[in-house]
């Protein structure tokens, strides 16, 4: 089954939501010209998005694909600008549970785990743009993972995806969900 791409609305639903549970004190999400549907201002104060878009992924279900030709070393996704941050467990949880059970589903996909410098605490991150529709073509996919991979981050500490190799418009952008260690109970969820 494939489920419907987020809609405006539904992107502005999960940022209300977001603003009220988590941070209300959140530089207001209408100040970035780019509207979610699209992803975010990739430098911010400059209404240009991402170089993607998101549209269904045979096999994946929703996913990113290339707006344009992206050369290798570029930029292509910079969660540093985008992404959002949970303070604790108690405050994902409770974003989690304010959602109605399709948009509670899709959030609870698109939360990852990430120490932001070496050494450093494990927070929840989530993107509340299409930039949370990229899907992974990591080692879950087959002994094709060099060929399928082209955008990644220097570290495990960055939030920056750079292109890995030369991508063609078009073609679907694919991240390895491995670069990020994940043990939920380092971040209060899941057993201990």
């Known amino acids: 089954m494939n489920k419907p791409l987020p809609s405006l609305e539904d992107w ?7 603003t009220q549970i988590v941070d209300n004190t ?11 549907t699209m992803g975010y201002s990739l430098t911010p104060g400059i209404p240009v998005p991402p170089p993607y878009y998101a549209k269904h992924s045979p096999g994946k279900g929703r996913g990113l694909f290339a707006s344009r030709f992206i050369p290798k070393g570029e930029l292509v996704h910079d969660g540093t600008v985008s992404d959002v941050i949970f ?16 948009y509670a589903c899709d ?5 990852w785990m990430q120490q932001l410098e070496e050494d450093g605490d494990y927070h929840l991150l989530m993107g509340i743009n299409i930039s949370a529709l990229m899907n992974s073509g990591g080692a879950e996919w087959g002994d094709r993972e060099s060929e399928m991979v082209n955008v990644v981050p220097p570290s495990s500490y960055s939030g920056k ?19 990020y260690y994940t043990k939920w109970s380092l971040v209060g969820l899941g057993e201990k």
């Not at 959140?26 to 979610?36: E, F, Q, R, Y």
């Not at 995806?161 to 670069?179: C, H, K, N, P, Q």
């Open 12 to 18: 502005n639903f999960l940022r209300r939501t977001y």
């Open 26 to 36: 959140i530089k207001p999400w209408n100040d970035d010209l780019v509207p979610p």
């Open 87 to 102: 303070p604790n467990d108690l405050k994902f949880r409770e974003f989690i549970f304010a959602l109605p059970r399709d």
């Open 107 to 111: 959030a609870a996909e698109w939360v």
């Open 161 to 179: 995806f750079y292109a890995t190799r030369d991508i063609e418009e078009g073609e679907e952008i694919l991240t390895d969900y491995d670069v």
